[in-house]
């Protein structure tokens, strides 16, 4: 079981705005930054957003993350069949004292 | 541009001791901070393992700290992950990871799958 959590599945049309949310505590989500990693099969995971908002170079504008509380979302608008992976929240823990990963919503394009 | 790659046997025996290694190309390890090991069974999510600092210091997961040990090889440029007694819940792709900060962490390995089993 994950330490944050996330629904196990999304799905849009291309085109389409989608969003994937992830929540966590005070010990975590809460208290540090939220990361965002894009998993695609068969490949290590590829850092999507970092400190709630960044995107790293090379990262399309149509991915965003925001953060509110103890919670955060990944937003992707103008979907596209390349973007349809396994979606990852991470977060720096207390608890555990190191970074903790959501259970992973996999994105489907219709 | 740094880059990791992991290796090591893609088979341990359960009780045995799995060993990985990462190297790292394109830079010096001495020049980051911490380097991490992370792992994700079949058809799963992703595991921490634990980090570690150049000088050697360690900081492991608690599920699996009684279990790891990590080491760093300056004149190879690698550090490495063994975890001891494995047993069929240890079967898993093992990535190493470059973080840049909190749970961000910019450059992986390509993953090595590491299968348990007698």
């Known amino acids: 079981q994950s330490v944050l959590t996330q629904a196990p599945s999304a799905s849009g049309t291309p085109g389409q705005r989608v969003t994937i949310s992830c929540s966590g505590t005070?010990?975590?989500?809460?208290?540090?930054?939220v990361n965002w990693y894009q998993q695609l099969p068969g490949t290590a995971p590829k850092l999507l957003i970092s400190s709630n908002n960044q995107r790293p170079s090379g990262v399309p504008d149509r991915f965003s993350g925001s953060k509110s509380g103890a919670s955060a979302s990944l937003a992707i608008s103008g979907l596209q069949s390349e973007d349809e992976a396994d979606y990852y929240c991470a977060a720096w823990d207390d608890t555990l004292n190191g970074p903790v990963f959501g259970g992973g919503t996999k994105l489907t394009v219709l | 541009q740094v880059q990791l790659q992991e290796s090591g046997p893609g088979l341990v025996r359960p009780s045995e001791t799995l060993s990985l290694n990462c190297a790292v190309s394109?830079?010096?390890?001495?020049?980051?901070?911490?380097w991490s090991w992370f792992r994700q069974p079949p058809g799963k999510g992703l595991e921490w393992i634990g980090e570690m600092y150049h000088s050697g210091t360690t900081n492991y997961n608690p599920s699996l700290k009684s279990r790891v040990t990590m080491s760093v090889d300056k004149s190879k440029n690698q550090f490495s992950l063994k975890l001891k007694s494995v047993t069929d819940a240890d079967t898993a792709v093992y990535y190493c990871?470059?973080?840049?900060?909190?749970?961000?962490?910019?450059?992986w390995g390509q993953g090595t799958m590491v299968t348990v089993s007698a």
């Open positions: 394109g830079g010096s390890i001495s020049s980051n901070n911490w």
């Open positions: 005070s010990s975590n989500i809460g208290r540090y930054t």
């Open positions: 990871a470059r973080p840049f900060g909190g749970a961000a962490f910019d450059i």
